[in-house]
Structures are given as C-alpha cells and as structure tokens.
C-alpha cells in the first residue's frame, strides 16, 4: 500500500543522496588534478600540497641503526629500527603517555621530557648491545600543523588534540627538540621532520620499490605522492638547477581539505555535521569519508528516518540522541552481518541502543544506511587515487600503501576501492596495487633519516 511505497521513495532518495555515479567520479577525478595542480603553484588554495623536502626513496639496501620520535597525540613513542639491507626492519620501541599537565605546560618542560625519555630509552638499547653502532641521527614524527621550510626545519603554526604549551607558536620544533638533547648532553642529530603520511611512503617503499603514493584512513584522511620536483613551481631548493638538484619529492597533498560542493555528493546529513563541528568548513572531503565521521553520519539519517517515522514506529532512542555516539566500527559490524534475520544488527541496535523489537525491515534500512555511507567513503577514497595516479602518470605500475583501521578492518572497503578504480580508470586500474600499512609513521622517519643522511 501507501506505506511501501513511501518507504521505497525513502531509500530511493537516500540511494540517490550518497551515491557517486561514473561520471560523477570522472568528474571529481579531473577536479582533483586541477586542484592538485593549483596547490603546487602557490599556497594560497584548498589543497596544501605541502612540499616535504623528502627527495629521495630508499633502495631497501639502506644499513644501520636508526632513531624516531613519534609525538601525536596522548603518546608518545621512543623507536630504534634497526635496517637490515635487505627490506628488513627490526625495531625497539618505548611507548610513553603525555600528562594533561605536560601537554599545557612551557614547551621546554614537554621537550625535556622527551629528552629524558629518549636518555633512558639510549642507555637501555646500549645495555642491551647489538651488531650495529649506536644510533646518531633521528627522525621526528610531529603531527600538529607544522609549517616545514626543510627537511630538518618546521614552525609549529598551531597546537591541537589538547596540546597549549605556551612559548612553542612559531618555534622551530627540530630546534626545540635540538636544545633540549643538548641540556642533557645527549648527542644526536634531528635529520628530519616528518608527516606521518609521508613516513607510512617512505616505510613501504623500503620493502616494496614500487611504492609511489601512501593513503591514511583512519581517524582523519590524507595521501602522498611522489612528485617531479619540475611540477612545483612553489618550491625552490637552495642550489636549484646544479648538477645535484633532485628530480623528485613526497608532497603530502592534505587533501582531507577538499571541499568542492558542484562535485563532491554532499547532503544535508553532512552540512548538519559540518555545521555542528569543531571546524565548520574545513576538512570537508575528510568529512565525508574518515572513520571519525562516518558513524555520526549514520547516526544523523537513522535520528532523521525516526522522525519521519521510517523507522523503529517513529519511537526515538535516547542513546542515539548524543552526538558521535554511534561509532564507526558499528558500521562494521552490521556490514559484516549476513545472517538472513539480520541478528547481529538486532543485537547492535537493541543492546547497544535499546531499540525495542525491530523489525527486519528496520534492520535492512540501517545497514542499507551504513553500506551507503561505508560505499560512498571508499568510492571518494579511490577517487583520490586515482586522481593521483593521474597526476603522477603512472598508470603501468605503482603501489599504493594505505595504512588507517578503514582500510584494515571495514569490509569489503577495499574491495569497493578497486572495484571504483576500475570504473574510473578502466584496464589500468589493474596496474594499480593497494597494500595494507602498519605504523609507518616513526619507522619512515628513520628511514628518511637513514636515506638523507647517508647520502652526506
Ligand atoms: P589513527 O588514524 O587515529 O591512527 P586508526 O587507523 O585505528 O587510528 O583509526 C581510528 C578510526 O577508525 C576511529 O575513527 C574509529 O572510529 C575507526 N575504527 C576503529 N575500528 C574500526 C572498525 N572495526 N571498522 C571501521 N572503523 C573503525
């Protein structure tokens, strides 16, 4: 009767909303480019394309001990990796965790806990001796908006995740770390500062030389590439032009940022998250498509289905009411339940949200909701992709290491990414190969601290 049809009309519409159609794709793949284009010529556009000062990708016959630092939020992690030459990598690790009251103090008293940390943790890897020479250089995993002026050189433009220690706005945070060894008379050079996309690249390409782009999704999103170095008009390097000027560089394009609404399927479910964000207008693509999102976006058009009353009889739930309280890896689980009576989602919506006695029918829209979600953030995701790819022109061949728990533990999220590469760039796509990451970010930046100062 009256009522199918409405329902129908529903998720014909909700289809509609989310989804991304070929053209649709091509189209926001030929955006992409430009956009990728403009943030190269100059800074004063949506993508940052931010220049790394990374030149050079390992061979994997890189040798030594090598340091990282890695500070990204609530911990922090002290790591020795250890490069075999041959693609291999051993490690020790120390994982610390950052006090609310370090994170709001002078920033001196946060470096020197980090000086004190890397103390013990030299005196600890000496103990307990090695084939190889003690390590001497170090790279830095800082992820906070740092504005990097070279390999070894970056102000800090903001605090975020809590961080306010006063005195650090517009200090060179290679520098700070620097002082703060030579307080305690710790001898150790600051090689690099480093982004953790940028890292996970350089991490993958130690094992895999076919490594050309590295895609983070996880809590946010975010992807680098190599560049030829003659496509960044924005970055000059000193002594440019002579005979040891490198051809390439890792540009880390933030490309979390993009934004354009003509392209990009937004709806209203995300204009009310923007909308009610910390960042209303920034990180729009990052929006769309991250694990911090993608459950609030669910949650959005199950409160509004309710209130049409298109689901559980228009009976509203309390724990469904709270902002971000329907978490992504929900999305998961119902998309993993292929029992026919739908029984896990049953489980997730009446135990976890005390829903009273769904129906199937209420059961089949949800997860029909989150597989439009969950789709549409791995379609844009392989749009980035291939964007890339497009912009590098490296259509007969090229790895892609993609770290972040979306990639690692959503199903059929990569499955949905390959398939979309395929709709965009047809036979070439299968040229195109996605590999699994983990913890990229400290054991690329002593990698990059292994292949720049080698090269001294
Ligand atoms: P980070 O990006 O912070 O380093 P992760 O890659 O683990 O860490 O990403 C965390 C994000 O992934 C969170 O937003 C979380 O909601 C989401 N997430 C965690 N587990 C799952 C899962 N099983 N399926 C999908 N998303 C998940």
Redesign the pocket.
């Known amino acids: 009767g009256s009522h199918v049809s409405s329902y129908e009309a529903v998720l014909v519409r909700l289809e509609k909303q989310f989804s991304l159609g070929q053209e649709q794709l091509q189209r926001l793949v030929r955006h992409l480019v430009k956009q990728f284009r403009h943030g190269l010529s100059s800074d004063d556009h949506i993508l940052k394309m931010v220049p790394t000062y990374v030149t050079e990708l390992p061979s994997g016959k890189e040798q030594g001990s090598f340091m990282a630092l890695d500070v990204g939020g609530s911990n922090f992690r002290v790591c020795e990796f250890i490069l075999e030459g041959n693609g291999v990598v051993r490690s020790n690790q120390r994982k610390y965790v950052i006090s609310d009251v370090l994170k709001n103090s002078p920033v001196e008293t946060l470096f020197d806990f980090f000086a004190e940390c890397v103390e013990t943790f030299l005196v600890e890897i000496k103990a307990k001796g090695s084939d190889y020479p003690m390590p001497t250089e170090l790279g830095f995993t800082f992820s906070f908006p740092v504005h990097q002026t070279a390999l070894d050189a970056g102000t800090l433009v903001q605090w975020n995740k809590g961080f306010t220690c006063p005195g650090a706005i517009g200090q060179d945070v290679t520098q700070l770390l620097r002082d703060a060894f030579t307080r305690r008379n710790i001898v150790m050079n600051v090689t690099a500062l480093v982004n953790d996309t940028t890292g996970t690249l350089m991490a993958h390409a130690y094992t895999n030389p076919e490594t050309y782009v590295a895609v983070?999704l996880?809590?946010?999103t975010n992807a680098a590439y190599v560049e030829k170095l003659s496509h960044v008009p924005k970055c000059v390097l000193a002594g440019d032009g002579g005979p040891a000027t490198p051809e390439y560089m890792i540009i880390n394009t933030e490309w979390g940022a993009y934004d354009e609404e003509t392209v990009l399927p937004i709806t209203s479910y995300d204009q009310t998250l923007d909308r009610n964000s910390t960042n209303p207008k920034s990180q729009i693509l990052e929006k769309m498509m991250s694990?911090?999102y993608l459950?609030e976006i669910v949650r959005l058009v199950i409160v509004d289905l309710i209130s049409t009353g298109h689901l559980f009889h228009g009976v509203s739930l309390p724990a469904l009411a709270v902002p971000f309280s329907f978490?992504?890896?929900n999305?998961?689980r119902i998309e993993r339940d292929h029992a026919i009576d739908l029984s896990d989602t049953r489980t997730v919506l009446e135990t976890l949200y005390k829903a009273s006695n769904t129906t199937l029918q209420d059961r089949q829209i949800v997860k029909l909701v989150c597989e439009l979600v969950g789709k549409r953030s791995a379609r844009l995701a392989a749009a980035g992709i291939a964007a890339v790819v497009t912009k590098m022109n490296r259509f007969n061949g090229c790895t892609v290491a993609i770290?972040?728990?979306?990639f690692e533990?959503?199903p059929h999220y990569a499955n949905r990414m390959q398939d979309t590469l395929r709709e965009i760039l047809g036979i070439a796509a299968e040229n195109i190969v996605l590999e699994q990451s983990r913890d990229g970010s400290g054991k690329g930046a002593a990698i990059i601290a292994a292949v720049h100062s080698l090269k001294k």
């Open positions: 983070i996880g809590t946010g694990g911090m459950g978490e992504t890896a999305l998961s770290d972040g728990s979306l533990h959503y």
